[in-house]
């Protein structure tokens, strides 16, 4: 059984609402918690990890148990004080990019290109050599291979409410409350 992750910090505001918190979490999450529950029941993926799942299923299994994984990792890279980039992330984020105002350029853009919903990656491969992916739907870099570092959700239910349209401006916004010490965290693993 799966269940709702619990949030590290009460509020997010003014980057995210507490209204987006509560319904993006409360709501959304929780019925993709609840619908991979009853998809999974009786069937091979019962009892299996959310990674063990998206690598091997399709349809609606793999739908929920991908929003499932990149909501955890949406929700739990935030923090109201969050702390700034360091690190040997940091040091391979300049080495490919040249500097941070770069990186974040372009995956802001990247955020904003994503035709409907989706979600837009910092993904690692084996060697730690970094990507930035745009994915549709549930989809996520664990589903090609790689290892999620961060993600902004460009789903239009993370950000309508606050921003509207403005998807830029929430994807521009969200850097504030990135806590690069969970990000880099993910990296180091
Ligand atoms: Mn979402």
């Known amino acids: 059984m799966f269940t709702l992750i619990q949030l590290p910090y009460a509020s ?13 979490h409360g709501k959304h999450l ?3 918690v609840d619908n991979l529950n009853k998809l999974i029941a009786g ?36 923090a109201p004080k ?26 802001e853009a990247k955020g904003a290109g994503v035709f409907g919903s989706g979600w837009v990656w910092l993904a690692a491969g084996e060697a730690g050599e970094l990507c930035i992916l745009q994915c549709p739907g549930a989809d996520n870099p664990v589903a090609h291979g790689l290892k ?25 916004e969200l850097w504030k409350i990135v806590d690069w010490k969970v990000v880099e965290e993910r990296y180091a693993k």
Do not use: C, M
């Open 148 to 172: 999620p570092i961060l993600t902004f959700d460009v789903w239009e239910h993370a950000y309508y409410l606050d921003y509207q349209n403005r998807r830029g401006a929430y994807l521009k």
């Open 43 to 78: 069937t091979e993926f019962e009892g299996k990890t959310l990674e063990e799942i998206i690598r091997k299923s399709t349809g609606g299994i793999f739908n929920n148990a991908g929003q499932i994984l990149n909501h955890e990792l949406y929700f739990l890279q935030f």
């Open 12 to 24: 997010l505001a003014p980057v995210i609402s507490d209204q987006t918190l509560s319904f993006h």
């Open 30 to 32: 929780q019925t993709y």
């Open 82 to 107: 969050p702390a700034p980039a360091g690190g040997r992330l940091l040091a391979q984020i300049v080495k490919q990019w040249g500097s941070p105002e770069a990186f974040r350029a372009e995956f």
